[in-house]
Every structure is written in C-alpha cells, then in structure tokens.
C-alpha cells in the first residue's frame, strides 16, 4: 500500500473539504441556515477567475484577486436578495431559498460559459513533487493547499476572537435579539458572513478546480463532502471542520484503495456511526434545549 | 355561495386550464407533410451529461445542409432537440410530447442507455424509425425499429485489448472501469480477449461517474504494476486520472474509449499531458481533420451554420447519426411512408460517410463490429495506428 | 383559518360546500381527462400524481412532524425496485408486491428513524442524505438488482394472475386511471392521518418535543412511526413510478430527486395536505414542462435568443433557462409568503373574504 500517498493526498484533498465546510459552517454560526448555494457560489467566482484570466489574459494573480472580490459580492447580493426580503421565514423556507439560488447559479454559469469541461491551472502545480522525507513526496499544489488553509483558519481564529466584527457575528450567533438591543446592525453581520464564506468557499475551490477539472457541475460532490465534514466537526468549531474534512479525505482514499467499489459512501457510512454516538459531531457541544 | 367566493375558486382551475392547453394538439400521425418531415432527437443540454449534449446539435448541421439545398424532394426537415438531462423520466417525457404533439417522423442519435433504454418499448409500439441510439449496450441490438450505429461496448473492450496485446505487445494489463453497462460489457470484451492469450486483467478498478478525487483508484493501478491501462470512463475522469497519475509518476500506456477521442477536447483539459503520454483511443468515425471531400464540407457548413460551436467529436457524432437517415429518406423519393423508409434503411450495405460502414438487413441491425485506433500525436494529431480492425469474439452473457 | 368549535368540524374532510363542490369538479376533470388530453399530458399527469404521493407522505414527516429528511429517493427507490423484484423473482401479484415493497420501505424508514431521535436539524440532514446516497450506491452495485444497468419494470398485471384471474393494463390510459386511484386515497389517507391521535402527536413533537413527552407523547414510537408513514408514502409511489417509467436505473434516484420532494413540501407549505398536492404539481410542471423548449415559444423564445447571443453563449445553453425559472419561482414564493403555496392561498382567501377592507 503506498501509504505515504494516501496520507498526502488524503489530507490535501480533506484540507480542501475542511475549508470548503468552513464557508458552510460560517453562515451556519451566525443564522442556522445550511447553504445549499455554497457549492455553486463558488464555482461561480472561479468561473469568474477562469473568465478573467482565458478572456482578458490577465496574470493568475490579479484573475484570482478579482474573482475573490467577485465572491464578497456575490455572498452580499445573495444574501440582501434572496434571504433578507424573506419575512418571517422558517429555517427550512430559507434552505429552500439557497436551493432555489443554487439553481439560478448552476443555470446562469452553464449558460454563460457552456457545459464542456474546462482546464484551469493555478501557479502552484500538481506535477511538481518534492521528496521531504524519503517515501513521502508531495506535490506543490498539496503544500499550496495545507499552507492556505492554515492561514485562513489562523486569520478566523484571530478575526473571531480580536476583532469587533468578529465579536459581533459570535453575539449575533448567540442570541440574535439581545445583540441588536445592544447595538449590533444584525443585518450588516448577516451580509458580513455570506461575504466571508463566498470568499472562503472560493479559495477553496480555486484549489479544487486545479486539481480535477473546471465545470458548472465540479463543486456538487465536494460540497457534499465538505458539509458532511463540517457536521462531523460539529458545524460550530472552526478548528473541528478542518479536522472533519482531514478525516473525510483520509478515510476516502485509505477505504477507497482498499475497497474501490464502496469509495464513494465509506465516509457517510462513517460519519453516521459517529453520529449515533456523538448527535452534536466530534467537536460541537451537545446542545440541550431549555424549556 | 357568494360572488368572491366564486371569482377566487373560479381561478385555480382557469389557471389550471391555462397550464396545460399549450401547444394545442398538432397531431400529425404521420410525422411529415407536403411541406415538411418531422425529426427529433433527445440529449442531456444541462445537467451533469451536458457535454454530450454537442450530439444532438451535431445532428441539426446535417438537417441544416439538407436544408439548404432545399430539402428532400422538395421537403424542409424539421429538427427538434429537446433536454433530458439525462434523466430517463425526462426523456420520456420529450419523446412523448415530440411523438404526441408535435408528430415526428422519425429520432435519431439520443445520448445514453439509460434514457434510450427508457424510451425503447415506446418507441417500438408505435412503430417510429430511430436511427443510431448513442450507447452500445447490447439491450439495443434486437429492436426491429432501431437501426444501430454505435459499436458495442464489448466489441470496443475486445478490440482495445488486441491492439494493446498484439500490437504494443503489453502483458500487463489493468483497467480503470466506469461501473455500469459501458465499464462492465467493456470488460467482459477485454478479459474474452485476454483470455485467448492466456493472460489475466491485474486488477479491475471501478470509477462512479460522479467521482472528483481518483488519488486511491490510481495508487491501485500503480500498485498492481500494470504497464498498460485500458480506461472506460467519461472525459472527466480520464483527465483527473491522467493528471493524478502523472503527478505520482506513474505513467503506463493509456488506452481509452472511443468516447474519448475527442483529442482537442482532451488535450485543453489535461493541459497537454493526452499529447505528452500518446494516449491511445479506439474511434469508429473520420478523424475531424481528414481532408476526405465529405469532412471538408462538413467543416465548410459548420462554420456557415454554427459557427459558435466547436469542432469536436461529439459533434460528429451527431452527423455520423444523422447520415443513414437522410440517405435513405433521399432513396425512398417523393412518395414518402414508415414503411418505405424501413425498407430502405433495412437495405443499407456497405454505406459510409463520415462514420463506419454500415450494412443492415431486415432482421439484422446490430452496429459494426469494426473499429480503428487512434494515437494522440505530439501536437495533438490524429494519428492512426491501426485502421478498422474486427472483433470475431462473442459476447456470451 | 376560521375557528373550529367542535371537534367534529375538526374531523370533516371538506369544510364547506365551497370546497366540496370544486373538489368534485377537480374529480371529474381529472377523470375526464384522458378523453382531451394527448399522451404527453397523461405521461405528465402521472408522474405529477407519483410526485404528490411522495410529497404528501414528505409532508408528514417534514410538514408535521418538524424532521428534516433528504433521503426519501431512497425509499422511492425501495418501492421500484421493490415491486418489480417482487413480481418478477417471488411471482407476487402487483397489489401484493407494491404493498410488501411499501413496507420494506416503511421498515427502511423506521431505521432511518432511529438516529433521529438524537439527532436534529443539519446532523439529520446528512444522517438521511447518507442513507439516499448509500441505496443508490448498493443498488448499483449489486447485480440482482440489474446494477447500473437498470431494470425494466414486467408487463401491468393487477388482477392475481397466479389465481389464473388476469387483468391486464395495455394502455397509458388505464395505467393513468390506476395512479389516479391510488392517489386519491393516498392523500385522504393523509388527511385523515393527521387528523388521528397519532397525526396529533406528530403535530405535538414539532411544535415541541419537550412537552410532548411531558403530555405522555412517546416519543421513541412517534418519531419512528412519522419516518415509516412516510417512507410507506414514498415505497408506493415508488412501485407506481417504475410502471409509469417501464425502466429505471440508480441514477435516477439521486440526491436531485430527493432535495426535489423537499423543495415541493416546502413550496407548498409546511403542514398542509392540500399545500404538498399543488406544490408537487407545481414544482414537476416547472421541471418537466415550462420553457422547456423556451426557443419555440413565441416572443420570450427570441427575447431570450437574443439576450443568449450578445451576453451568453447561445450554444445549446439556453435549456438553462428552465432551470433558472425554476430558481426563480423557488425563491420568490418563499420570500412572498414563508407558508408556500398554502400561504398565499390563505392571504387571497383573505383578502377576498374581507374585501374592500
């Protein structure tokens, strides 16, 4: 078994769920809503990227730069659209909101830029290997991934605990009323958060796309599995989602050489079993309601 | 009951009503008049199949050149595409409403088993032509209404086995399978031809369709020390395994599909490694770029009539589906009936255009059994190591 | 809407005459529309029939009951592949086979109801969602099933040939009226499901586990039971899709399909029988039939043709806009009105019962 792979591949591609998950569980913490647009938000902006750099043959930086900043407006018009205008809305109205703009996303996208795969290639390469320690290689594209996702979860850590945003979106999470009496413009945190996870979400799946392949339909598998490893996580901790997807990607790819046939479905078998020990997720408090 | 009560109840079934009096009931029993011949064809345009949706609109060139030139004995053809998005309820859903309210003639092409499995029974009872169904599952090749094209998944899985055994002389041999009628009847053609040499398939690794990550799929293939692997698998995964397994340093003799050897579509999305690796595909077409007179006025009408679409091979594919139709609605003459078109196209022999030869007979309809194999040259060449080569094999199921 | 005084206005089926008399009507054109409608139209019919079953039974669990559940193509799924196993391998009659694969269905259900009862909200989302995907998957890989292949569902035959008494259905016109039955009773079962001690309970753990317990709810049998209900919902219309169908393989029953039976509980209105009825209709026209073909209707067709060709790209892609229409109609009736189809209808009954005040 070629052991050292699998671990890095794992791990890579689990990083890139665990990052993705974030963008989910972002929007999670703050307003209990499953985003089921994430995947398709962020297909959208690397289409952005994509656009910018194939089209207007800008260098990658300034195309992923922009397609970043395309993804905070987007996450803000989503949220100031579709989700705000919704008066009293139940928590399921609003998923069906996200599944309806999720469709409107995957629409527009294979209409502006067509259903045919796509290459899209990043500066760091997956065919540039380095041996670090004998057996081990890793690809430059796999250091790219675990060096991003440390910065970003560092950044979260720092922005939730020591910034004034960051306060704000955890008041808001706690108890969204009492955070508004006391001076919190909900709303303004709510745009914040969508603004924040579309940013996330497309870091992440510019990493992706320069690992399989560019198309409208590239981020349904792995947001599935990036929201499977944020429950695993416990959908409130950010460092747990990191080490949710680890997991994920670790038991994909040792199950999946074991097992090949059954590759697709181990992790979720998985993620079940330890849903029926731990209802909350590996990291998440168990939740008692108060009457 | 009083007046508001009964203007609101009055509107849901007003609404009701206006849903569903469209179109109102063109029911054209025949499929053509004096003016026009009514053909159809269903593909996936959305949806996660949607790059084999270039099928249906490879077909239109064809009925557009046909057009052109005014027609067949003085008909127009009438093209429908509609989306499946390769669900078969979908597809049921457009043959019918084609079949029952706009009357078609005749389908040609149709992408998927799924769906055209759907469909069959359908199709059949109501006794409609369909002409090359774009699947080679064996399901198809009893049906007295479907004349087939495609060649069959285990006649490719044979073939590609020979060429990979005979004549690049590999001993090891794995194979990287799409799990369902494609990989499986690929693979009973491949081990079939194995067999004959006395070899054995090292290992069969399966691949959903769905799938994004191959990383353990391909460390399998590398473990098994295969020097050669025959892939059955969509574009998509083909190239991710390509990639992955260049950036493990593994790197076996690919051979692949004839599904894949859409070279230029390829090589844009492994970035050049199709061209670098050589990969081998089997083909059942003209090459794109052949400068045969019938590819030179394909390419002349394609940038006349859809200038916006790529020359691809799944484009062709949908002229190679649409030429037997139009032959034999040519051969039939003015007086045109089901009937006679049967007979003509179960009078096919020896024909060829852009795609195979193709000879049917009244109670035979079963596609070629021949293909060619292609090889990616280092700028992207069609290149052709062998040309049409038979499988005397039999599928015994 | 209006106050119930007694308990037997409660249990009627039709509140007023109002309801009865365009119940009625809605019967008979449904019955009557085999003799108008094309083949399409009765194809599309059945299958929006099928969908309301599934969305009935969804309402129970979703609507009702207040779980969240993204794995009913699963026991879809069950019910196809269900009856005609049962047919084809145990020689079962189809009422038969389609009543045992509804119950393998509910006994799946029940299963899947035993997490939930520790686990809530996103947790059970996956914990479904992973069950729909694992059907899918194990149906495609094991060969008995007919794989990815597919199966092709055996030749209708409702009558107990075994008994050497035959009834066969030839035509999609008696294949219709068949799903039609089965439909209409499915959803009064519904109606009056809910209306039962156990359509209370259900109604008492959504509102608020707690002190449904403390009125002496069990919860363990409730939460199971909804779970079943509606897996049952879901088997047999599941054993009714694979005739309307003929063949079907995995794929078909995707999680798609599922997030789809959930966007139709949900856009017709959480609760309501009759909500789940027209959100099902609704949601399968919009994805079956409306602009479809946008090209050929007369003047959006070239508006949107000539938007495609100056902003987008106008290869093939413009069947996007079915799916962006249906996007669309989503978020709008969710932003409109939280309770759905059911909603709005409530707000026209209002508007009009008070009107011009």
Known sequence: MPFGHLLIEGLAMGACYGLFGLAVVIIYKTSEVVNFAAGDMAMFSTFVAFHVLAVYGYPFWIAFVMSLVFAGLLGVFVEFFFLRPAKNPTILGLIVITIGAQLLLAGVASWKWGAEQQAFSIPFSYQVTYEIIPGLVISQWALAVFIISAVIMAFLYFFFKHTKMGTAMRATQQNKHAAKIMGIRTNRVFAFAWALSSVIGATAATLMSAKTILDPQFMMEPFLRAFAAAVLGGLMSIPGVLIGGGIMGLIENFFGYAWPAWKPITAFVVIVLVLCIRPSGLFGKHYVKKV | ?397 | MGIKRTYYEDIELFSSGTILFWTIVLLIALFGAPFFLSGYHLYLFSIIMVHVIVAVGLNILVGNTGQIALGHAGFFAIGAYGTVLLMTMLNLPFFAALIAAAFIAAFFGFILGLPALRLEGPYLAIATLAFGLAIMHIIGHTQIFGGRQGLAAPMLDIGIPQLGWSWMLFTETSLYYLILIITILMVLLAVNILKTRAGRAFVAIRDSEIAAEVIGINLTYYKTLAFAVSAFYAGIAGGLFAFVLGFFDPFTFNLILSVIFLVMVVVGGLGSVMGSVTGAALITYLMYDLFKNVNEVPVLGDLILHVSRNWLSAVGSMDNFNMIALGLVMIGIIIFEPLGIFGLWIRIKKYWKTWPF
């Open chain 2, 1 to 397: 009951m009083d007046l508001k009560k009964t203007v609101l109840t009055l509107l849901v079934p007003l609404f009701v009503l206006f849903l569903f009096t469209g179109n109102g009931h063109a029911r054209g029993e025949r499929g053509f008049d004096d003016n026009e011949i009514r053909i159809g064809q269903w593909g996936p345009q959305t949806g996660p199949a949607a790059p084999w949706g270039a099928v249906a609109r490879g077909s239109k060139l064809v009925f557009d050149m046909v057009n052109d030139e005014g027609g067949i004995h003085g008909r127009q053809i009438r093209y429908f595409i509609r989306d499946d998005q390769y669900n078969p309820s979908q597809t049921m859903a457009a043959v019918r409403e084609l079949v029952s309210r706009r009357g078609v003639f005749a389908f040609v092409g149709g992408v998927g088993t799924a769906p055209g499995l759907a469909v069959q029974n359908f199709l059949r009872q109501n006794e409609i032509i369909w002409v090359g169904v774009c699947s080679g599952a064996a399901a198809f090749h009893d049906n007295p209404w479907l004349w087939n094209i495609w060649p069959a998944y285990f006649d490719e899985g044979s073939i590609l086995a020979k060429h990979a055994v005979e004549n690049e002389g590999f001993e090891k041999i794995a194979l990287l399978y799409q799990n369902d009628d494609w990989g499986l009847d690929a693979m009973a053609g491949i081990k079939a031809r194995l067999e004959l040499h006395g070899l054995e398939l090292l290992t069969a690794v399966p691949v959903e369709p769905i799938e994004r990550d191959l990383s353990s799929q391909v460390a399998r293939l590398q473990a098994s020390g295969a020097e050669a692997v025959i892939g059955i698998m969509a574009p998509t995964q083909a190239a991710i395994s390509l990639r992955t397994a260049v950036s493990m340093g593994y790197q076996p003799q690919w051979l692949h599909s004839y599904n894949l050897c859409d070279f230029d579509l390829m090589n844009h999305i492994t970035e050049g490694l199709w061209a670098r690796e050589g990969v081998i595909t089997a083909a059942f077409t003209e090459s794109p770029y052949a400068d045969t007179p019938q590819m030179i006025r394909y390419r002349e009408a394609r940038e006349k009539f859809a200038p916006e679409e790529r020359w691809g091979m799944n484009y062709l594919a949908g002229i190679v589906v649409a030429e037997p139709l139009v032959w034999a609605l040519r051969e039939v003459g003015p007086e045109l009936s089901t009937a006679a078109v049967r007979d003509a196209l179960n009078s096919v022999t020896e024909f060829q255009e852009a795609g195979p030869v193709l000879t049917w007979t009244a109670d035979d309809h079963r596609p070629p059994r021949s293909l060619r194999i292609w090889q990616c040259g280092p700028n992207g060449e069609y290149n052709v190591v062998q040309d049409w080569i038979e499988n005397e094999l039999v599928y015994e199921k």
